[in-house]
Nanobody, 119 residues
């Protein structure tokens, strides 16, 4: 069993910063691509950022220059540093990892953490 647990969400003012963390645990053999997604009320879930096992990154246009995704492979953890936050960044943020166990390679999702950007 593999579990991803997010943390670091909360309420922040526009222009502020938050750092999200997502730690994977369980019977993990290897973690490949990891990413952050978000879903605002009434909208579809969208990709925010992703990072490969080799460190290559991709970002949604809406967050380029403001968000930074990183990972600590020793801790099986991926981070999302969010700076210059805007109200439109308000959403539930979900961590996803493509993770290999001894049996299969599959995608796993965290439970989500709420980020609210408001004055």
């Amino acid at each position: 069993q593999v579990q991803l647990v997010e943390s670091g969400g909360g309420l922040v003012q526009p222009g502020g910063s938050l750092r999200l963390s997502c730690a994977a645990s369980g019977s993990i053999f290897s973690i490949y691509t990891m990413g952050w997604y978000r879903q605002a009320p009434g909208k579809q879930r969208e990709l925010v950022a992703r990072i490969s096992s080799g460190g290559s990154t991709n970002y949604a246009d809406s967050v380029k220059g403001r968000f930074t995704i990183s990972r600590d492979n020793a801790k099986n953890t991926v981070y999302l540093q969010m700076n210059s936050l805007k109200p439109e960044d308000t959403a539930v943020y979900y961590c996803k990892g493509t993770i290999a166990t001894l049996s299969v390679i599959d995608d796993y999702w965290g439970q989500g953490t709420q980020v609210t950007v408001s004055s």
